[in-house]
């Protein structure tokens, strides 16, 4: 046999040894170590095939729910403490990792093995849980799994961490964008109801009139309205990838898109991608229905979805563009650099959101993450507290260097 044949032969060997290692488990580790052929070498996809298996058929695995949501301890007591995010990263990883027909098998397997099928299958159980984002991102991955008369207590679960975030964050997002866009330019045309009252009495001051106690004012000053009409107004274009690992962003940045869609100063485009691009901005007139329009899971192709996103620009100084994505490219990266440096220089100012998520360092890809920020893109995780702050700046044109500077920070 000659050097080739021997080369071929020992690949398949490590190729079976490979299989059996992955399907053996990580317990199996320490006897393949001690075999005449050594242990399998398993790249970076294979550790994690083998960490999205471990959870569910692994004795030892720690990723079990109790009756009140998942517990970190194997076989403990159900308590009703915070759900665990790992597991709506876990079911959209193995949407990314295996088929469609292997991934319906193992979330069955899931809710059979680790109790979310109790949680799904139980409308008591569901109404008796706190709002958790992490909880809400599970549900909207399984939400083609959850049968129909658990449907509406899914919704109603959704429907509470909705009314949250709203709270957290609707106020504020008008404020902000009412300071960036209806205060910045006066116009000739006078109006009582957008009198800028501060301004006139500020430049009035050297006419006020002792004898008659009152300030008479030379010139009148009225706030620009001109920013309602269609071709004046601001487009926000919010393209969020909807893998599966972005659940908690996808919550957050759709129910921003449904505030900012409801506001006339703005027009608001609303853009889902995994490997395909669907466009849900007729969905935001209901954050709930808009939230199960995503499919999460599956692949990603940013650069198809900013092809999508370049034609609804119609006014490029006057659109804001944010790529809400872990930047996990899995369609042309060099043609997703393009397009951003593309869509800058035309003027649009572009925005990338590492992750819209409270607490926890996101995983994103380094690599890109850095080509994007050598364009002078910011690039970076937000808060959602800090969003709306974030979009003032933003609607002025103001230099985010040192706000993506305390985000990291924090």
């Known amino acids: 046999m000659g050097k080739k044949g021997e080369a071929a032969v020992g690949d398949e060997t490590a190729a079976r040894i490979r299989r059996w290692r992955l399907i053996l488990g990580e317990e199996s580790e320490e006897r393949f170590s001690h075999s005449e052929a050594g242990g399998p070498a398993l790249s970076e996809e294979d550790q994690m095939l083998d960490a999205a298996l471990s959870a569910i058929y692994n ?7 109790g ?5 970190n301890s194997p076989g403990g007591p159900g308590g009703r403490g915070p759900s665990n995010p790992t597991i709506s990263r876990w079911l959209g990883d193995i949407r990314t990792l295996f088929d469609p027909e292997l991934v319906k098998i193992i979330q069955t397997d899931a809710m059979e093995r680790c109790g979310l099928k109790q949680l799904l299958f139980e409308p008591e159980l569901l109404r008796s849980l706190e709002p958790d984002i992490h909880l ?7 939400k083609d799994e959850i049968p129909k008369r658990s449907k509406e207590d899914a919704r109603a679960f959704i429907q509470k961490i909705v009314e949250e975030i709203n709270a957290l964050l609707e106020s504020d997002l008008r404020r902000a964008v009412t300071a960036a866009l209806n205060r910045r330019a006066h116009s000739p045309i006078p109006s009582a109801s957008a009198l800028d009252f501060k301004t006139t009495i500020r430049r009035g001051i050297r006419n006020y009139r002792p004898e008659l106690g009152k300030l008479v004012p030379e010139k009148y000053y009225f706030f620009e309205r001109s920013a309602r009409t269609a071709a004046n ?59 199960f329009g995503f499919q999460l899971g599956g692949g990603t192709d940013i650069n198809r979805s900013i092809a999508y996103c370049e034609s609804l620009i119609e006014n490029p100084g006057k659109t804001m563009f944010f790529l809400i994505s872990d930047l996990c490219e899995g369609g042309n990266q060099a043609g997703m650099l393009r397009r951003l440096q593309g869509m800058k220089e035309s003027g649009v100012t572009v925005v990338c ?9 996101p995983y994103y890809d380094k690599r890109i993450a ?36 305390e985000e990291e920070k924090s």
């Open 136 to 142: 809400a991102s599970t549900l909207l991955l399984l």
């Open 353 to 361: 959101l590492l992750a819209v998520q409270d607490g926890g360092k």
């Open 67 to 71: 009756e009140g949501g998942p517990q």
């Open 370 to 405: 850095e080509r994007i920020a050598q364009m002078q893109i910011p690039c970076f995780a937000c808060s959602p507290q800090r969003l709306p702050e974030l979009l003032e700046k933003t609607l002025k044109g103001m230099d985010l260097t040192g706000f993506s500077e």
């Open 59 to 65: 004795s030892n695995s720690r990723f079990r729910f």
């Open 233 to 291: 107004k601001h487009t926000i274009i919010l393209d969020i990838d909807q893998s599966g690992s972005m659940g908690e962003s996808v919550i957050y940045s759709s129910i921003m898109s449904c505030i900012l869609a409801s506001m006339s100063s703005l027009r608001t485009r609303i853009v889902a991608f995994d490997t395909n691009v669907v466009d849900l901005t007729e969905k935001s007139d209901d954050p709930i229905d808009l939230l």
